[in-house]
T-cell receptor, first 114, second 113 residues
Framework: NAGVTQTPKFQVLKTGQSMTLQCAQDMNHEYMSWYRQDPGMGLRLIHYSVGAGITDQGEVPNGYNVSRSTTEDFPLRLLSAAPSQTSVYFC?????????????FGPGTRLTVL | GENVEQHPSTLSVQEGDSAVIKCTYSDSASNYFPWYKQELGKRPQLIIDIRSNVGEKKDQRIAVTLNKTAKHFSLHITETQPEDSAVYFCAASSSSNTGKLIFGQGTTLQVKP
């Protein structure tokens, strides 16, 4: 298993540009989530999904869109990038089974918005 | 919504000493509390978790305690080693939706040889 994969690893954008961060998992996990990590602020939940076709907002959803058309993929779209979105982005996935809820994280995408 | 506060933000101990990191949460519906370790430049990885029907859980040198009444839980690392140096995060969620984890701000642990 590849686990959770993310592309790209690094990205530089100009203010106002749009882009999609890709996330895929091959563990047949129902839950998938996107987090951003900023110094001193821990991991903040952007959006999450409990299954294909179902998404919901997390703590900091503004400026981001998601969709979940398949169990495997959960892309994160930045509609109009702003410098405040400079961060490291992590995708994670987990089972919904109560006895096994470990979230597995991808390697992260480091995004810089100029 | 849920809010998780974590203290201290930094912790420095001598090798062999114990380290304790504390978290409080606000949502009484939360009943799943994992701890993650993140080494520099790497992804977070689960080290231990606890559910609300258990007061304490141990795994070798690591233990977690939970006080549901007070809404706080703690991570205890005994006999610390230099390889324990990392950032540790606590988190909370409802077990009905563990895709929605709310994290604390993190604790940078330094273990001095």
């Amino acid at each position: 298993n590849a686990g959770v994969t993310q592309t790209p690893k690094f990205q530089v954008l100009k203010t106002g540009q749009s882009m999609t961060l890709q996330c895929a998992q091959d563990m047949n996990h129902e839950y998938m989530s996107w987090y951003r990590q900023d110094p001193g602020m821990g991991l903040r939940l952007i959006h999450y999904s409990v299954g294909a076709g179902i998404t919901d907002q997390g703590e900091v959803p503004n400026g981001y869109n998601v969709s979940r058309s398949t169990t495997e993929d959960f892309p994160l779209r930045l509609l109009s990038a702003a410098p405040s979105q400079t961060s490291v982005y992590f995708c994670a996935s987990s089972y919904s089974y109560r006895g096994n809820n470990e979230q597995f994280f991808g390697p992260g995408t480091r995004l810089t918005v100029l | 919504g849920e809010n998780v506060e974590q203290h201290p933000s930094t912790l420095s101990v001598q090798e062999g000493d114990s380290a304790v990191i504390k978290c409080t949460y606000s949502d009484s519906a939360s009943n799943y509390f994992p701890w993650y370790k993140q080494e520099l430049g790497k992804r977070p990885q689960l080290i231990i978790d606890i559910r609300s029907n258990v007061g304490e859980k141990k795994d070798q040198r690591i233990a977690v305690t939970l006080n549901k009444t007070a809404k706080h839980f703690s991570l205890h690392i005994t006999e610390t080693q230099p390889e324990d140096s990392a950032v540790y995060f606590c988190a909370a969620s409802s077990s009905s939706n563990t895709g929605k984890l709310i994290f604390g701000q993190g604790t940078t642990l330094q273990v001095k040889p």
